[in-house]
T-cell receptor, first 114, second 112 residues
């Protein structure tokens, strides 16, 4: 069974630009979550989507947004990039229907903002 | 607010030298506690889920235990391939969906 796939693996952008990251979940998984990982803050929850609806949202500014498609694939968008947005962005999927399902993570997209 | 604190931040062991990693948590109600392993340049890899105090789970050289305030990841006779960052996370009963709160991790190095 294929794991969670994130594209691209690396991105370099300039301040003020916007970026879109993509995530394909494990087949059959309906929940997709996004996390930001930085050396100082660890993993911080961005948002979760289930059946194309945002189910949960973390404490990030509105510049961070996401969506989920009918095939469960998800994208996240960051507009007006700031230097502090440089991080590893991780996508995770789970079945989403059981009361507790472990998250399965992709290998992330490394975003560098210059 | 849910909080997870892991200690130590970094741990260096000799091959075969057993030790434990600590994860202290504060959560209004615990739905589950998770342990993950993360290798450099990769995403976290799921290891265990613990649900209630007194529960234990084992996988190869790893054993995870849970009390009402903390969890331990015991590593018995570690090998160099066990070197990684180990992450602990909690899911609260008040959370809808799959949201996890993570600790900052323990970076384990096992020297041959």
């Amino acid at each position: 069974k294929a794991g969670v796939t994130q594209t691209p693996r690396y991105l370099i952008k300039t301040r003020g630009q916007q970026v879109t990251l993509s995530c394909s979940p494990i087949s059959g998984h309906r929940s997709v979550s996004w996390y930001q990982q930085t050396p100082g803050q660890g993993l911080q929850f961005l948002f979760e989507y289930f059946s194309e609806t945002q189910r949960n949202k973390g404490n990030f500014p509105g510049r961070f947004s996401g969506r989920q498609f009918s095939n469960s694939r998800s994208e996240m968008n960051v507009s007006t990039l700031e230097l502090g947005d440089s991080a590893l962005y991780l996508c995770a999927s789970s079945g989403g229907t059981a009361s507790i399902d472990p998250l399965h993570f992709g290998n992330g997209t490394r975003l560098t903002v210059t | 607010e849910d909080q997870v604190t892991q200690s130590p931040e970094a741990l260096r062991l000799q091959e075969g030298e057993s030790s434990s990693l600590n994860c202290s948590y504060t959560v209004s109600g615990l739905r589950g506690l998770f342990w993950y392993r993360q290798d450099p340049g990769k995403g976290p890899e799921f290891l265990f889920t613990l649900y209630s105090a007194g529960e234990e789970k084992e996988k190869e050289r790893l054993k995870a235990t849970l009390t009402k305030k903390e969890s331990f990841l015991h590593i018995t006779a570690p090998k160099p391939e066990d070197s990684a960052t180990y992450l602990c996370a909690v899911q609260a009963t008040s959370t809808s969906g799959s949201r996890l709160t993570f600790g900052e991790g323990t970076q384990l190095t096992v020297n041959p």
